[in-house]
Nanobody, 121 residues
């Protein structure tokens, strides 16, 4: 399984970005996908996750109401719409995949390469 993330960049506080991640290779019949992030000097933390159907979504408290995770019509693509960005959102963002929604939120089997998001004040 390969995960290709894109969409990072440099923005000012209050602006928006949308990250995308496409899964390819030997994916399973159904799988959950999610996003994590890691800021300099900090541990990687969970950001958001979405079930295969798209009906169940989960968010870290720090991003609730500002970030929205969704899946494309092609189920192998996941998006993270990030609004009202803050300097503390600055991090490398990683997409993740796991057959189980419970595991994708904590210890997913597959990781993508990171994409840098920098929010200036």
């Amino acid at each position: 399984v390969q995960l290709q993330a894109s969409g990072g960049g440099l923005v000012q506080a209050g602006e928006s970005l949308r990250l995308s991640c496409a899964a390819s290779g030997r994916t399973f019949g159904s799988y959950a996908m999610g996003w994590f992030r890691q800021a300099p000097g900090k541990e990687r933390e969970f950001v958001a996750a979405i079930s295969w159907s798209g009906l169940s979504t989960y968010y870290a408290d720090s991003v609730k109401g500002r970030f929205t995770i969704s899946r494309g019509n092609a189920k192998n693509v996941v998006y993270l719409q990030m609004n009202s960005l803050k300097p503390e959102d600055t991090a490398v963002y990683y997409c993740a995949l796991d057959p189980a929604i419970t595991d994708v939120r904590s210890h997913p089997d597959y990781w993508g390469q990171g994409t840098q998001v920098t929010v200036s004040s």
